[in-house]
């Protein structure tokens, strides 16, 4: 897609985004069908809209809604977890935890060390993919090592086992640098499926303007100032202001979140993560 079409789908008002983001997600409903798909679910603003506009599709369509995918990576915010209970009841979503537990057991708490030689044959495989070297790691979630292992790993090992076709993410151009040459269907290799991205086009400030034109739910967290949700550990607040309320246009929403793992997108993404 051309740097001139991205502008023209992200200059679009709210309605011809969701009409957009619509055709998107009807197109992958009636080509997978729905039994062969998942819906990424983090609980935060982005995937939560996401899901919204899948549940709506799929009343359309007369068709069930795919189940969600949620990934704990070991350290969640107990805000996201209540926001998972919440709609995952008033929704009733079919969401599957996605926990990849033979590296989380090994550590009582986050910072412990994860002795490689510990680790079953399929992440001990993984950490050589990454040419890590070391014998031992420590267990932070949003690390390189540590991402790969509890989401990216925990991910494909979900699809793998759930059979997924395609995989529907909540990914923005304008959130981070890295996704900027994202396409709304972009196939995968490993494991074989297709990423179904049908909110590219939506700015941060179309995320806030829709959850309150249509009343959608959102984590307490952004209330308290909070703009873009990580791990636990590595996420932080840059304001006391709600995000809605901060200066979307001029600064970086994702400047709370560990700046490490940022600086490793491209990566991260190389080797499977959305």
């Not at 060390?113 to 014998?135: G, T, Y």
């Amino acid at each position: 897609m051309t740097q001139d079409e991205m502008e023209k789908l992200m200059s679009m008002g709210l309605g011809e985004k969701m009409s957009h983001s619509k055709k998107i997600i009807t197109e992958a409903l009636q080509k997978y069908g729905s039994e062969n798909m998942a819906v990424a679910w983090t609980g935060g603003k982005d995937s939560t809209i996401m899901v919204w506009h899948y549940r709506e599709a799929c009343k359309e369509l007369g068709v069930k809604m795919p189940k969600c995918m949620f990934i704990d990576e070991g350290y969640v915010f107990d805000e996201i977890w209540d926001m998972f209970h919440k709609l995952k009841k008033e929704w009733d979503l079919d969401v599957r935890v996605a926990k990849n537990t033979d590296v989380s057991d090994k550590a009582e708490k986050v910072g412990d060390m994860v002795k490689v030689s510990s680790l079953n044959e399929r992440n001990r495989k993984e950490i050589e993919v990454l040419e890590f070297q070391d014998e031992e790691f420590p267990f932070e979630p949003e690390s390189f090592v540590g991402n790969h292992l509890m989401k990216t790993v925990a991910m494909n090992v979900f699809m793998e086992e759930n059979n997924i076709k395609a995989l529907a993410t909540a990914i923005r151009w304008d959130e981070q640098e890295a996704r900027i040459e994202e396409d709304y269907c972009s196939p995968r290799k490993i494991p074989p499926h297709m990423r179904i991205q049908p909110i590219l086009h939506f700015k941060e400030r179309d995320i806030w303007d829709f959850n309150f034109k249509y009343k959608i739910p959102f984590c307490t967290l952004y209330r308290e100032g909070y703009r873009s949700l990580g791990a636990k550990g590595s996420t932080v607040k840059m304001s006391d202001i709600p995000a809605w309320e901060q200066d979307l246009e001029n600064t970086y929403e994702r400047a709370g979140r560990g700046q490490g793992k940022e600086e490793i997108m491209n990566k991260l993404r190389d080797l499977g993560y959305m």
